[in-house]
T-cell receptor, first 112, second 112 residues
């Protein structure tokens, strides 16, 4: 089983719809992240959380919100999806000592 | 303004040859650097890291070199193998306490 699990893996939706991407991890790490990958733009940070009571905006947080429901769960929401939010989304968690990021397998979102 | 730059969007090399992937950074506070590899339909996976107290770190066929004065690091793959074909991301952080900042990636292909 994967240490970082994302659901759904693929989703097609329409402009204006609300979408939630969920992430859970079994590594027991405090720190969790949501990144977005676009062709030619690499991985850009949307939001991150260093513990259950901590939420921080990343480089491209506009149009997104997050919820840290528990140490193991960190969800990303698009309140009203728009086509330029079509991308591959990755959840990740950090090893507390090495700073190494462990990524989920990704959620591919298409907004029509 | 990009803090981590990978100026080569793609690189191709013949099997068995040495490959060098380059990365530059602008933030002098960065002191921990990592390389990630990403295959299609998978999340990025950690490859190798280096802290600023070192100038070289080696792990099997992979070696990372850090030149702090030039704010430059490079990943050497010797010898290159077809299974190394992937997108490689350079990433950096400050003291492991800030989220990783990623470059845009280099699509690396090894030709058999």
């Amino acid at each position: 089983d994967a240490d970082v699990t994302q659901t759904p893996r693929n989703r097609i939706t329409k402009t204006g719809k609300r979408i939630m991407l969920e992430c859970s991890q079994t590594k027991g790490h405090d720190r969790m992240y949501w990144y977005r990958q676009d062709p030619g733009l690499g991985l850009r940070l949307i939001y991150y959380s260093f513990d259950v009571k901590d939420i921080n905006k990343g480089e491209i947080s506009d149009g997104y919100s997050v919820s840290r429901q528990a140490q193991a769960k960190f969800s990303l929401s698009l309140e009203s999806a728009i086509p330029n939010q079509t991308a591959l989304y990755f959840c990740a968690t950090t090893h507390p000592n090495t700073g190494e990021l462990f990524f989920g397998e990704g959620s591919r979102l298409t907004v029509l | 303004d990009q803090q981590v730059k990978q100026n080569s969007p793609s690189l191709s090399v013949q099997e068995g040859r040495i490959s060098i992937l380059n990365c530059d950074y602008t933030n002098s506070m960065f002191d921990y650097f990592l390389w990630y590899k990403k295959y299609p339909a998978e999340g990025p996976t950690f490859l190798i890291s280096i802290s600023s107290i070192k100038d070289k770190n080696e792990d099997g066929r992979f070696t990372v070199f850090l030149n702090k004065s030039a704010k430059h690091l490079s990943l050497h793959i010797v010898p290159s193998q077809p299974g190394d074909s992937a997108v490689y991301f350079c990433a950096a952080s400050h003291s492991g306490n800030t989220p990783l900042v990623f470059g845009k990636g280099t699509r690396f292909s090894v030709i058999a």
